[in-house]
């Protein structure tokens, strides 16, 4: 049962340009929400985050939106970098359960120059 | 300020061996989770030890077992090993047990298992 999905594989985007990963999960029970960077031969390093009860954060060049009641998420890069390219994690907790993290499969992004 | 650390980097065993991994946290930090993360899939929880307790698990059989030390650092063990054990192993610390401090994950260590 995956309680969060992140349905694209793969993302390809040019330099400069606006990047969105999408992320869906199932359980209504989670009140908190995590975008994790991953690069290779390297632990995950975390990104953004975001409450339930906020709609929107932002951290400079990244931003993440969280639509409750379509259980959807997704993160805004813009503008995308070369070193953006890496693969992204959505991740999604319960409150007093900071560390179990369930994650999404991941999509992988390449900037193009 | 070392950052999480994870020993051995790679590990190459045979079905129904045992395996001890390690990981050192953050600095500051108290509490260890591990995580599993098969090939093309995201990482899954396994446990978290907070106070040298096992606190919180995942869905995984009684063969991955745990240890935290007095030092914060911790031991993943892992019994009887299957072809299915095969896996980056994450481990991730951060601070206060249940608190909504953010994990920092070290580099992982890779397991095969032949």
Redesign the interface.
């Known amino acids: 049962d995956q309680q969060v999905k992140q349905n694209s594989p793969s993302l390809s985007v040019q330099e400069g340009r606006i990047s969105i990963l999408n992320c869906d999960y199932t359980n209504s029970m989670f009140d908190y929400f995590l975008w994790y960077k991953k690069y290779p031969a390297e632990g995950p390093t975390f990104l953004i985050s975001i409450s339930s009860i906020k709609d929107k954060n932002e951290d400079g060049r990244f931003t993440v939106f969280l639509n409750k009641s379509a259980k959807h998420l997704s993160l805004h890069i813009v503008p995308s970098q070369p070193g953006d390219s890496a693969v992204y994690f959505c991740a999604a907790r319960f409150t007093g359960t900071a560390s179990k993290l369930t994650f999404g499969t991941g999509t992988r992004l390449q900037v193009t120059l | 300020d070392a950052g ?1 650390t994870q020993s051995p980097t790679h590990l190459i065993k045979t079905r129904g061996q045992q395996v001890t991994l390690r990981c050192s946290p953050k600095s500051g930090h108290d ?1 260890v ?1 591990w ?1 599993q993360q098969a090939l ?6 396994i446990f ?1 030890y907070y106070e040298e307790e096992e ?2 698990r ?1 869905n995984f059989p009684d063969r991955f077992s745990g240890h935290q030390f007095p030092n914060y650092s911790s031991e993943l063990n892992v019994n009887a090993l299957l072809l299915g054990d095969s896996a980056l192993y ?1 481990c ?1 610390s ?1 601070t ?13 260590t890779r397991l095969t298992v032949l």
């Open positions: 999480v509490t989770s995580y093309g899939q995201g990482p899954q929880f978290q606190r919180q995942g994450l991730a951060n206060g047990g249940f608190t909504t401090d953010t994990q920092y994950f070290g580099p992982g």
